[in-house]
């Protein structure tokens, strides 16, 4: 079975500064896909960042870049020039069949001013 | 264009009791996806449905059941409610039966006592 694992339940990170989320993930699958969410207070789930397996290239959204590590099955989210709006719950998920997708247990970040 | 919309924000239920959970997915999406995250934890998919029929479940009893309507707006019913069915609900709509463009309403709490 596919699972997702987050082991920083929280992160703390000073505003302007950079901030690593950990993500790894377990799976037999070649083809499959990648995602960070957000979930800010309001509860509502937020896309952030998707990445391909098939695509060696790393995923980067402005702010938002991925190191994804096919062969370590690893997926860490790098949060550059943080901001206070980035304080929030994020979220790793896998997804490889049509219509499953895996989260962590997610990670909290605190970010200071 | 509407997002995602779900109803009621909150609700309390008695244990033993059944619960009708109700979501607009975001306009000309055919694909709506719920999913149950427990306090502290990840979402975990229940199931999902594509033009009314549901092509795809998670690890959940039959008492979690739905339906999908013309309009593409979908209830989640769950029956003999347990005090572990105590959760966010999220619902979430996709263009098609990719789930890589998903879009999270903002979730139904709900208790069980």
């Known amino acids: 079975a596919q699972t997702v694992t987050q082991s920083q339940p929280e992160m703390s990170v000073q505003e302007a500064e950079t901030v690593t989320l950990s993500c790894t993930y377990d799976?037999?699958?070649?083809?499959?896909?990648l995602f960070w969410y957000k979930q800010p207070p309001s509860r509502q789930m937020i896309l952030v960042i998707r990445?391909?397996?098939?695509?060696?290239q790393n995923a980067t959204e402005n702010r938002f870049s991925v190191n994804f590590q096919k062969a370590a099955k690893s997926f860490s989210l790098k949060i550059s020039d943080s901001q206070l709006g980035d304080a929030a719950m994020y979220f790793c998920?896998?997804?490889?069949?049509?219509?499953?997708?895996?989260f962590g247990a997610g990670t909290r970040l605190t970010v200071k001013p | 264009e509407t997002g995602v919309t779900q109803s009621p924000t909150h609700l309390i239920k008695t244990r033993g009791q059944q619960v009708t959970l109700r979501c607009s997915s975001q306009?000309?999406?055919?694909?709506v996806s719920w999913y149950q995250q427990a306090l502290g934890q990840g979402p975990q998919f229940i199931f999902q449905?594509?033009?009314?029929?549901?092509?795809g479940r998670g690890n959940f009893p039959p008492r979690f059941s739905g339906l999908q309507f013309p309009n593409y707006s979908s209830e989640l019913n769950v029956n003999a409610l347990e005090l572990d069915d105590s959760a966010l609900y999220l619902c979430?709509?996709?263009?098609?039966?990719?789930?890589?463009?998903?879009?999270f309403g903002p979730g139904t709490r709900l208790t069980v006592t």
């Open positions: 979430a709509s996709s263009p098609g039966e990719n789930t890589n463009e998903q879009y």
């Open positions: 799976t037999s699958e070649s083809d499959y896909y």
């Open positions: 990445q391909e397996a098939y695509k060696q």
């Open positions: 998920a896998y997804r490889s069949a049509p219509h499953d997708m895996r």
């Open positions: 306009s000309g999406h055919n694909t």
């Open positions: 449905y594509y033009r009314e029929e549901e092509n």
